[in-house]
């Protein structure tokens, strides 16, 4: 890691009381593990990094308490897969989803979410840097360059995104060492960047123009969700408020919001279901309740599905 984007992150990391170890078997010896301090948390932070071209980071560690997460990060293009996080980012303010793939453009303002507290944060990711879109791409495909920032920002935060999802999930298990590392590291980052495009101008062609109109439509049935997430909701019910049809209404809500309108009501639905169970002693039967369910174990495989792990889990970490 003796490189500009190693000593990057070892500034990083440092500064938020993570601490190089030596390899301790949970990842690879080929990058260098951090440890978080004691007196915030447990666990570790990794990261693999190449000539300043990629680094590939894997996250698993929890804060005793909320933590802030507000830092500048370096100048790339990341894209990454969250096993497990609870917390929200701040500005925008956003849910922190997991089972879901993410981009960051780093570089440009700082990144600032707060973390809940005793929850896993488990993801893994790769970060392509300045030198690898800016110069390695264009001089190996000068004819066929495509600046890959327009694709990772069309991406911004997908649950449907399965490709990438095996790809880095098999990069966060790979334990070759030496030139197989090399290769293995820089042909899945290869990879990615070219499922990224692909992802890119398959959505591209799946856009449409949206009108000012409704762009405010959406907009209105989006607060309306936000206020009657827990009661039944039906297409219908939204067609009639958002003044379109119902295919109309799914397509553009996706385009606009970035999931469609039954994840939207889920994640609604988990943000209140995670407050019920860090402030209040009702059962887990009753928060399915309130927040909309009839069937706790539904319940429980969507709140799993969306925080990475079970709303008893969930409570038992916060005690």
């Known amino acids: 890691m003796k490189n500009k984007i190693g000593d990057v992150y070892n500034q990083i990391l440092m500064e938020r009381e993570f601490s190089p170890i030596d390899a301790n078997g949970h990842f690879n010896s080929c990058g260098q593990t951090y440890a978080l301090s004691p007196k915030l948390g447990e666990g570790f932070y990794w990261v693999y990094s190449e000539e300043n071209l990629f680094d590939i980071k894997i996250h698993d560690f929890f804060f005793h308490e909320d933590f802030l997460f507000d830092c500048l990060m370096p100048e790339g ?3 990454s897969y969250y096993q497990s996080i609870a917390g929200h980012e701040v500005s925008p303010y956003r849910r922190l989803n997991a089972n879901c793939i993410k981009t960051y453009i780093g570089g440009e303002t700082p990144y ?5 507290r005793r929850i896993p944060v488990k993801s893994v990711g790769i970060e392509i840097l300045p030198e690898y879109y800016l110069h390695y791409l264009k001089e190996k495909f000068p004819t066929e360059y495509v600046n890959p920032y327009d694709t990772f920002s069309s991406i911004d935060e997908t649950f449907h995104f ?3 999802q095996r790809l880095l999930t098999q990069v966060a298990e790979y334990r070759g060492e030496g030139i ?3 290769l293995f590291y820089e042909a899945k980052v290869n990879e990615a960047v070219s499922l990224v ?3 890119f101008h398959n959505h591209d062609r799946e856009q449409v123009h949206i009108s000012r109109k409704d762009k405010e439509q959406i907009e209105s049935v989006t607060a309306y969700i936000n206020d009657h997430a827990s009661f039944p909701l039906t297409l219908e019910q939204l067609s009639k408020i958002a003044c379109m049809g119902n295919t109309k209404l799914k397509k553009t809500f996706k385009q606009i919001n970035g999931c469609t309108i ?5 994640q609604t639905r988990m943000s209140q279901a995670e407050f019920l169970l860090s402030n209040t002693d009702l059962s887990i039967a009753q928060i399915a309740r309130t927040v909309g369910y009839s069937n706790p174990s539904r319940f429980a495989e969507l709140f799993s599905r969306n925080v990475g792990i079970l709303p008893g889990e969930y409570r038992r970490l916060l005690e």
Do not use: N
């Open 77 to 79: 293009l990341s894209i």
């Open 197 to 199: 495009v692909e992802h």
């Open 262 to 266: 039954t994840e939207y009501i889920q």
């Open 180 to 182: 197989s590392a090399k």
């Open 162 to 164: 399965p490709e990438m």
């Open 112 to 116: 600032k979410a707060i973390m809940h």
